[in-house]
């Protein structure tokens, strides 16, 4: 894979990734969640961000009770002609249970519920030169898997909830497209094409494929190989955003037999590489910076 260039800094989004991941469990409504936001918060406010929380309430599926939840929104430029929505999901699940071990054991949460966030912690950086034209908001969705129950419980609630916010009062200047950064911090990462982003958002996958080959990021495969339920379908059926999910969802390797990290307590910061996110970030970077030629179309 081509070297990533300097301003886009390996060990520094590594360490945002273990930042995150010393919270502990950032499932919904729970104090390490509340201490992410807070976090979060400070941290976009600092490179330039206006920053809000979206919140709602949800019951929870287990004992009924209410539990606080907030999608969390940074953003740059909003008054500009074309904007783009970047996002992720920073909760975590309730228990690592698919865990070969220990279905009830801590899970931590770095690949799935860490490194889009981290990987957009590292992108923030370059949004304050963004062409002229461009525009950003960053959105950290809360409860993509608050699930206790598989078959039972609801994905995807944050990510719901915001996009009939966005169906109902659609802002003045509306989204181009979406990309949602999803288990994007593999050591072993390779990035194929996800069946639901290519029919709901094909011109925007293959926009963004063809700059990671543009820059010999060779880990962006141009081959299907997964169909996803992720964040991006409510953001593409109910808020008509066409959105892609980038997500190696063979964590750490494809393969019949191969080990698997998803849902375990292995999904931790060792399993993990700072080169992977900011291969990442430098794509989607130099993707939005593309985007300058279409401004007035």
């Known amino acids: 894979m081509a070297a990533v260039p300097v301003r886009y800094q390996p060990d520094r989004a590594m360490r945002y990734l273990t930042q995150i991941c010393d919270l502990g469990t950032r499932m919904s409504g729970s104090p390490g969640m509340k201490r992410q936001q807070d976090d979060l918060s400070a941290f976009f406010k600092k490179r330039g961000a206006e920053v809000q929380l979206q919140n709602f309430v949800i019951r929870h599926p287990v004992d ?14 909003p ?33 799935d519920g860490g490194s889009g966030v981290a990987a957009l912690m590292e992108l923030s950086h370059q949004l304050n030169q963004l062409p002229s034209g461009v525009g950003v908001d960053i959105v950290l969705f809360d409860g993509e898997e608050f699930v206790w129950q598989q078959g039972r419980d609801e994905y995807f609630l944050g990510s719901t909830f915001f996009a009939e916010k966005y169906a109902l009062n659609a802002p003045k200047v509306p989204y ?5 950064l999803d288990m994007v911090g593999d050591r072993e ?49 109910i808020a008509k955003i066409p959105t892609v999910d980038v997500i190696d969802f ?3 390797r494809p393969g019949f037999g191969a080990p698997s990290y998803w849902h375990t307590e292995q999904d931790v910061p060792a399993n993990c590489s700072g080169e992977s996110l900011a291969a990442v ?7 939005l910076v593309g985007q300058v030629e279409r401004v007035g179309r």
Request: with cysteine; aromatic share 14%.
């Open 250 to 252: 063979d964590y750490p």
């Open 189 to 237: 990462l390779k990035i194929y094409y996800e069946h639901n982003s290519m029919k709901y958002a094909k011109s925007v996958a293959r926009d963004l494929w063809r700059t990671a080959e543009s820059l010999g990021v060779n880990a962006f495969i141009p081959r299907y190989r997964h169909q996803i339920d992720d964040d991006h379908i409510p953001l593409n059926e």
């Open 281 to 287: 970030v430098w794509v989607v970077h130099e993707w």
């Open 79 to 111: 008054n500009r002609p074309k904007r783009y929505l970047l996002c992720a999901h920073y909760d975590t699940r309730p228990f690592p249970d698919s865990d070969p071990k220990n279905k009830q054991g801590r899970f931590i949460g770095a690949n």
């Open 176 to 180: 181009q497209a979406g990309i949602l």
């Open 64 to 77: 009924g009770t209410d539990v606080p939840m907030a999608n969390l929104i940074a953003s740059w430029y």
